[in-house]
Nanobody
Framework: QVQLVESGGGLVHLGGPLNPSCAAS????????MSWYPQAPGKDRDLVARIYHFGGRIVFADSAKFRFTISRDNHKNMVYLQMSTLKPEDTAVYYC?????????WGQGTQVTVSS
């Protein structure tokens, strides 16, 4: 059974760090581009970070540049998002996504709440 399971969300104070992770099962991440998409209430699910399967190229939304890092461990079938200097506007459910051609998988999301 193909699954993506996020964990590591939670409540953090303004300016603090949080490091959610995403565990894949039922398939190998090796050929997949891996991404994180936050979705705040009433808003669209927008890309915040992506790490490509080939060459490890990384892209970030402007809002995440210099604050977030994305990494992957293909041997452990894991993807990580390291967030720092968090702001209230970062509050959202963060979804992990795996994409490869016609294949597109989503996790159930992990809640990140930044208090001011």
């Amino acid at each position: 059974q193909v699954q993506l399971v996020e964990s590591g969300g939670g409540l953090v104070h303004l300016g603090g760090p949080l490091n959610p992770s995403c565990a894949a099962s039922g398939f190998s991440l090796n050929n997949y581009d891996m991404s994180w998409y936050p979705q705040a209430p009433g808003k669209d699910r927008d890309l915040v970070a992506r790490i490509y399967h080939f060459g490890g190229r990384i892209v970030f939304a402007d809002s995440a540049k210099f604050r977030f890092t994305i990494s992957r461990d293909n041997h452990k079938n894991m993807v990580y998002l390291q967030m720092s200097t968090l702001k209230p506007e970062d509050t959202a459910v963060y979804y992990c996504n795996a994409s490869f051609g016609q294949y597109n998988y989503w996790g159930q999301g992990t809640q990140v709440t930044v208090s001011s």
